[in-house]
């Protein structure tokens, strides 16, 4: 079955050569499948499979995926939490559980998840998770975060970030 999706148009796999003495000629390396034209020396478009040296360099889109202010803000603003995670690329936080001193009996969580690459109100997330010991076993179980505490966090962040970018110049 693999090898039958190879079969397709005979004439696909002939190599034309149309030049003095057989060799190769412009039009010929131009030519794609079934005689249509394709640019030349490309494989699947300009610049090939994976883009030639101008594509890269017009490209905004290569190193960190997210908005480097929202991310150096959620870094700075969850910084007493040690981290579990942090993916530049694709924009999530994750720390490890935390117990603050004031009580022992509840841990929390904090996943941050920046949305764009634009310093907007609304290209960050962020979710509380916290536990408390059971009563009973000792073990940790789930509680209910207050709402508020996620949106608090995210001003914080988006706080920071527009600090960072008036300090930064832009």
Known sequence: MALSACGGNPDAAIERRSGASNDRTQRDMQRGLGGTR????SIFGPGGMFGSKQDKKDDPGL??????YLWRASLDTINFIPLASA???????????YTPAET???RMKVQVTILDRDL????????VFKQQTSPRGGGWVDAQVDPRTNIDIENAILTRARQLRIAGGS
Do not use: C
């Open 87 to 97: 993916d530049p690329f694709g924009g999530v936080i994750i720390t490890d559980w």
């Open 120 to 127: 907007r109100a609304d290209g960050v997330r962020v979710a």
């Open 63 to 68: 190193g960190v995926a997210v908005n480097a």
């Open 104 to 106: 022992p009996n509840e």
């Open 38 to 41: 394709q640019e030349e020396g």
